[in-house]
């Protein structure tokens, strides 16, 4: 694995340090710190602290490398991703409205869309990684994420919580919904939601992890961030497209922005390959579905009259 950290040499950065350190340790992989100043003069100052920096993970056998570069930190993080490859890039963040240099979180999650790569996003300090949540809408787009945390769960011993939420649905469904708060039904029913959970769960169990299903209902974030406290999880694993979809977004909300901008634990981002579903299209079938359903019926009471 290769991982690059990225640093101004402020504590949320060597936060970011600390906790990607866990996973470097873990899976000895190949790390560069990427130090990144507002000038030629601070860089030189940012280097001396990386040096600090790179002693520490020498210390637990990391192999480490650094380099500084001075510009707009999401210019000079996605023009190295695209130089060179990496398997996980980390970088620290501080909560919504700072106003710092760096990376307030809506720049965090800027890059999350940026890049490739799965990003690490790191607001605060956690003593370990023990525990892991993975966010799952319950559909093949989470699979990349399965997968890259299963990998990093086996090499540091930890678990893994797979959540899903099913939002409340209007009262005319409300049996349905009845019917899905028995979690055991529902695991074991044929649904899609079933089968995609499934399978997750045995994608982790197959990588030697031990995971676990959690259903919420409610307000999806709402949910979210209440599993995450109650949990006392230590990384929580949300995915992303690739491909963004201004009606997905406008419908649906965009959950993964949410859980980095509110949660106060850190947050890998991991995209999917496989392209969305556009929600305008589907909206257009179901529109003509229902049209021509109408203009059937139509022509039957006609006819019948």
Known sequence: MKILICSDGSER????????????????????????????QEEVKLREILLEEREKLKA????????????????????????RAYDLVAIGAERRGAQEF????????????AISPP????????????????????GAYIENAVKFAAGIAKALSAEIALLSVIPPP?????????????VEAL?????????????????????????????????????????ITQGDHDLVVAGS???RDRWRTYIIGNITREIVNRTDRPVLVIRSDKEPKSFANRLRRMVTRFGSGFTTETRRTRRSE
Not at 203 to 222: F, L, N, P, S, Y
Request: aromatic share 4%; with cysteine; proline share 4%.
């Open 241 to 243: 497209w690739a491909i």
């Open 13 to 40: 950065s060597k936060r970011a340090i600390s906790f990607a350190a866990f996973i470097a340790i873990a899976t000895k992989a190949e790390t560069t710190i990427f130090g990144i100043a507002q000038n030629r």
């Open 102 to 113: 760096f990376l307030p979180s809506a720049k965090a999650y800027s890059i999350t869309e």
């Open 119 to 138: 990003v690490l996003v790191v607001p605060c300090e956690r003593p370990q990684l023990k525990r892991i949540l993975i966010c799952s809408g319950g």
């Open 60 to 83: 637990n056998g990391v192999r480490v490398e650094i380099t500084t570069k001075s510009g707009d930190p999401v210019t000079e993080i996605v023009q190295r991703t695209r130089e």
């Open 187 to 227: 695991l074991k029913s044929d649904s899609a939601l079933a089968r995609n959970l499934r399978h997750e769960k045995k994608m982790i169990e197959d990588a030697g992890v031990r995971a676990t299903i959690r259903i919420g209902h409610g307000i999806v974030i709402d949910q979210i961030l209440n599993e």
């Open 170 to 182: 209007p009262a005319m469904h409300g049996t349905l919904y009845r019917r899905q708060r028995d």
